[in-house]
Structures are given as structure tokens and as C-alpha cells.
């Protein structure tokens, strides 16, 4: 077999191998599941999506909690691929609601037809590579097996929902949720007592949006996060119309930045500036929608640790002036990380929930949760009694639902173990020792990392071309070599470097404080910016895919 040419020997050429049902299975139904159903479709392949879920939509069709909504401004977060769809779709807010997106998908998926090409309510349980046939069998919950030659995973960074490991949860005899399972009917929270853990990124949604509506609100919080103001408001159809004359430079200005969002750091250096102007600025940021706060900011607040603490007092100074109680505010401000080293909450009306008579902050890193009971939970310090109990409890993220899923490789190789230590893989795409699998999404690549759907059209295309590749060329088995891998891993190490994210606790580190056992700290994303991602993939394929190996 010879590196990087394709199979002659009529031993390797598709025809002489038993033929697997499919020749692709995706894995999920949300929006990088949808646009690689699409691509595969207009290459007339046999492609099927198994999903979960009992419809389309992913992380827009399960988090239904109230205030689930955007980060992301939605006209920068719909799909570019489609001129139609950008020429149709008219977003009503600048940062979209959960229904306003899960229509947005579904209105993709049946503009294009996609739904035949879909199977809902089925789990996959299991896949194992079959080295005779060069195929994927997958097993699921249902006890189907399917065959397939490409198995593409769309499965989700955020979709392996996390229970607290608290006692007793299965005991509370009132109504309680997982954000991720937010029943479909609306929940009734008039005058109801209810309590909240967690005040990430999720729970701070929450809070701000309940709090006038409950007749109590308990958050109990571990660590506090630096949070920042959405800003949101209204697209009348005249700003829509103007959005939409400016998608080719919204979309342009998107894949200049390391994020894929319109906002990219200032050109100033923190400092060159003097502190009335660095003040200056970071007013205006506070006061704009979106990430600006944070991926707009000068670029030392993220990568030096003086740059970073100076913007820190700024804003414990915000939470100070917005929190009336001192004591309350103090325990909002965190202690343990630097502003934007964690995934910063976009918030509204989260620190003035805080002066209403009806909310109430437990510091449960003072008082820890000691169990859940049957009326509600006890700390270390008082008996709480609650009517509802909602678990922001947040995800494991980007390789917990690899982790779900019992992938065995060549020579009976597990994914799970082969990660235990650190998700290894080449260009977050794909893993040696585990052919044929492409893991759009997967952790290590760029869109983990960005503006979720300027990651995932990269990767889409970039996965799609490689299939075309293996097809043309008749190549029946595509493997990343372990060579490539330790490559990519060494040069995703020093993008951690450069920035303070390398300390955090955080999922960005692999850091999930309800995980039953330590793990050392992981490299989950790839923290090199969107733009170099790019120029990555797009050397690999130009190059005839010198990572890989084809038979
Ligand atoms: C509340 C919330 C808000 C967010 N806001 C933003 C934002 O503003 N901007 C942004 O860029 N990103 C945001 N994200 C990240 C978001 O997850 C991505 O933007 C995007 O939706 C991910 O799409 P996906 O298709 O890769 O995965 P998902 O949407 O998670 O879809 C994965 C699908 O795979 C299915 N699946 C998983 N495992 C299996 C299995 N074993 N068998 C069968 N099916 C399986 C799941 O059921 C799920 O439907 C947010 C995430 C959350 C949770």
C-alpha cells in the first residue's frame, strides 16, 4: 500500500468488498448534522441521519428551559451556504429565543427536503469498525444494526447533559429538571417556590428570565462567572432588509476574526493605551450587544495576566454598582479566574434579579449542598423547601457524547480510552486507529471554538471533499496517521499557551466539577483562532491529505 495514493489492486476497490447499507451515516440532527446531510445529498450518496431526539434541531430542540436564547447575533449564526435561505429568513431579534432558532432549522431542513433522509428516537449505543469489510457497524438503543463505509459524527459539543453529584436526586417529590430536558409544555411557575443550581452560562439565562415570574427564586451557586450584557433588541423589517444587503461582508468579517463572530479583537495594545482611553473603551464595550465585551476587547486581556486583572476590577466594579446589597455582589464577583478565560454568560436582568425581595444567593461553596430531600435540599447551614428544582448543571462537554457511545476501533481499540488522558486526534477530524470516521466538530477542531456555524460549513465542506476524494479515487479505507496526530496535538498545545485559558477550570480544559473522578487537564478546543484553522484544513486537502492514510 502506498501512502496517500489511491488503491489500484482490485483487492481494495469497493466492488470487491460485501457492500454496507449506507455508504455514510451521520450521527445527530442539529445544525452541523443538517448542512452535512445536505452536501452529502448533492453527491447522490446513500446517506442516512440517526438522531436522538424525536425531531430536527439539536441544541435548539432540547434546551427549551425560559431565556434559552443566543449568544451569538443570529444573523451571524444562520447558515451562509444557501443564498435562498438568506434571501427568505427574516430573524426577529439580534439574539434569537430557542423557538425563533428550532424554526429557523426546521425551515432548512424542509426547504431542502431533508426530513425522508432523517430517523428520529433512535439512539446509537455502539460502532465498531469491521476491518474485513471496511465498514461501520452501529448498534442502537432500539436494536437495529446498521452498515455504513463513512460514519460522520454531528453529535453535539453541548448535548451530554450533567446531574450534580448531589444525594438524594432521585427523592424531591416536587417537579424537576435538567435544563437540557425542559419538558415541551410550558411549565406554570406562578407564585411557585423554586430553586436553581448552577450559574453558568445556562443558569444565568435562567435566573434573569424567572425571576419576576416565581413566587421565590433560590440560586444556589458554586463559583460565580464574570457575565456580560446581551443587549438584545428587535429587528424591525427595514434593519432586516439592511442585514440582509450586508450578509457578503457580515460573513467576510466573520471568517477574518478568531472567533467567526463580528466581533474581533481592537487593533490598539493594552500597553500602548493610557487608562482613560483602555476606560473609554471598555464603557462602549459594556454597553454594545454581544461578545464584543469579550472577543472585541484588546487582545492582553486574554493573554497577560496584568491585562486581564485590571479588566477584572472593571468589571467587579459593574457588579458592585448593579447588585445593591455589598455583601451579594461581593459574592458575585469571582475570585478564582480572570474575566473571558471561562465561557462568559451573556446576561439580562441577571445581577438585578439579585435586588429583588424574592431571590435569594446561597454560596454553596460556603455552605455545600449536603442532599436533595423529598421537599426540596439541604445545605451544611438550612432546610430549603421548593415546588420546582431546575438542574443548570450544564454539559460534559465536547467529548461527553463521545463518551456515550462505545466506539471500538482497529484491533478492538476504545475512543474512551484512547482519550482518557487527552481527546487526541488529527485537526479535530479524525482519530488513528478509528478509519473512516470523520468527527465533524470533534474536539481539538475550530468549531468548538467559534461562532458554532462558521466552524461547522468549514467542516462540513472539508469532510465532504475528503469523501469525494476517497470516492473518485475509488479508496475504500481513510485513516489519520498516528505521525499527524502528534503533530497536530504538539501545535494545539502551544495555541493553549498563548492564552489564559490554559489555567481555567473549565471545559475549555476539560474541567467539570461533577465528574466522579479528577481528570488532568485536557485540550478540548482549538484556541489558534478561526482564520489559521482554516488555513490548516485547507493545506492538508491541497496538499493531497498527507495526514492520512489511503487504501
Ligand atoms: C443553551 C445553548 C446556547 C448556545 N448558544 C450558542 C450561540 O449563541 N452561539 C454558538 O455558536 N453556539 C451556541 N451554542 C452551542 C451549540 O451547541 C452549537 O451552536 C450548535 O447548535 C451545535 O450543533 P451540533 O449539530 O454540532 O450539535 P447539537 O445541536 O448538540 O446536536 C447534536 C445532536 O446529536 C444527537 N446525538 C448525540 N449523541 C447521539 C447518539 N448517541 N445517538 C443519536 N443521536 C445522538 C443529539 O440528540 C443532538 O440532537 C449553544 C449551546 C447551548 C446548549
Not at 431546575?390 to 474512551?416: E, H, M, P, Q, S
Not at 492564552?499 to 465528574?515: D, Q
Request: proline content about 5%; hydrophobic content about 40%.
Amino acid at each position: 500500500m502506498v501512502e496517500n495514493a489511491p488503491a489500484t489492486a482490485s483487492s481494495t476497490a469497493a466492488e470487491t468488498l460485501a457492500r454496507p447499507d449506507h455508504d455514510v451515516v451521520i450521527i445527530g440532527a442539529g445544525v452541523c448534522g443538517i448542512y452535512q446531510l445536505y452536501r452529502l445529498l448533492q453527491m447522490d450518496l446513500n446517506v442516512t441521519v440517526l438522531e436522538a431526539g424525536e425531531d430536527v434541531g439539536g441544541t435548539w430542540y432540547w434546551n427549551r428551559y425560559p431565556g434559552a436564547r443566543f449568544d451569538s447575533e443570529s444573523w451571524s449564526y444562520g447558515y451562509s451556504f444557501s443564498q435562498e435561505v438568506l434571501d427568505e429568513w427574516s430573524w426577529s431579534e439580534h439574539f434569537a429565543a430557542q423557538p425563533e432558532t428550532l424554526s429557523y432549522l426546521q425551515f432548512v431542513v424542509d426547504k431542502f427536503d431533508l426530513k425522508p433522509h432523517m430517523q428520529f428516537g433512535c439512539t446509537v449505543d455502539r460502532v465498531v469498525w469491521n476491518e474485513g469489510d471496511r465498514a461501520w457497524s452501529i448498534h442502537l438503543a432500539d436494536g437495529r444494526t446498521l452498515t455504513t463505509r463513512f460514519l460522520l459524527t454531528a453529535i453535539g459539543l453541548l448535548s451530554a447533559p450533567m446531574m450534580p453529584r448531589i444525594e438524594g436526586v432521585e427523592d424531591f417529590n416536587g417537579q424537576a429538571f435538567h435544563t437540557y430536558h425542559w419538558p415541551k409544555e410550558p411549565i406554570d411557575l406562578t407564585d411557585k417556590r423554586v430553586g436553581i443550581i448552577g450559574t453558568g452560562a445556562t443558569g444565568v439565562q435562567v435566573i434573569g428570565a424567572i425571576a419576576d415570574k416565581v413566587g421565590s427564586l433560590t440560586v444556589f451557586q458554586r463559583r460565580p462567572n464574570w457575565c456580560a450584557p446581551l443587549h438584545n433588541s428587535k429587528i424591525s423589517e427595514e434593519e432586516m432588509a439592511e442585514i440582509r444587503s450586508r450578509y457578503d461582508e457580515i460573513f467576510a468579517r466573520c471568517a477574518e476574526t478568531p472567533g467567526g463572530f463580528v466581533h474581533g479583537p481592537v487593533d490598539e495594545r493594552f500597553f500602548e493605551t493610557e487608562r482613560a482611553e483602555r476606560l473609554a473603551l471598555w464603557e462602549e464595550l459594556y454597553d454594545s450587544p454581544g461578545f464584543g465585551i469579550w472577543l472585541g476587547n484588546y487582545r492582553e486581556v486574554l493573554m497577560d495576566e496584568t491585562a486581564n486583572a485590571e479588566f477584572n476590577e472593571f468589571m467587579a466594579d459593574k457588579i458592585r454598582q448593579r447588585v445593591k446589597d455589598p455583601s451579594v455582589a461581593e459574592k458575585l464577583i469571582p475570585k478564582d479566574h480572570g474575566f473571558g478565560v471561562q465561557r462568559v454568560p451573556m446576561e439580562t436582568n441577571y445581577y438585578e434579579a439579585y435586588n429583588r425581595d424574592n431571590v435569594e444567593l446561597v454560596d454553596i461553596g460556603e455552605t455545600p449542598i449536603e442532599r436533595i430531600t423529598a421537599e426540596g435540599l439541604r445545605t451544611t447551614d438550612r432546610e430549603f423547601e421548593f415546588d420546582i428544582l431546575i438542574y443548570a448543571t450544564g454539559f460534559d462537554a465536547i467529548t461527553g457524547a463521545f463518551d456515550r457511545i462505545d466506539f471500538v476501533g482497529v484491533d478492538d481499540l476504545k475512543l474512551r480510552e484512547k482519550w482518557d488522558n487527552d481527546p487526541i486526534s488529527y485537526l479535530g477530524m479524525g482519530v488513528s486507529g478509528f478509519p473512516n470516521l470523520i468527527t465533524l466538530a470533534g474536539p481539538t477542531s475550530g468549531s468548538v471554538s467559534t461562532n458554532f456555524p462558521r466552524g461547522i460549513e468549514l467542516a462540513v465542506d472539508w469532510g465532504t471533499a475528503l469523501i469525494r476524494h476517497a470516492i473518485d479515487n475509488d479508496i475504500t479505507r481513510i485513516e489519520v496517521t498516528p505521525e499527524a496526530e502528534e503533530r497536530w496535538m504538539e501545535h494545539v498545545r502551544d495555541m493553549y499557551g498563548m492564552l489564559l485559558l490554559r489555567n481555567a477550570r473549565s471545559w475549555f480544559t476539560g474541567y467539570n466539577a461533577n465528574f466522579t473522578r479528577e481528570r488532568r487537564p485536557r485540550h478540548m478546543i482549538y484556541a489558534g483562532g478561526n482564520p489559521r484553522y482554516r488555513k490548516k484544513l485547507a493545506e492538508e486537502a491541497s496538499a493531497g491529505y498527507p495526514g492520512f492514510r489511503f487504501e
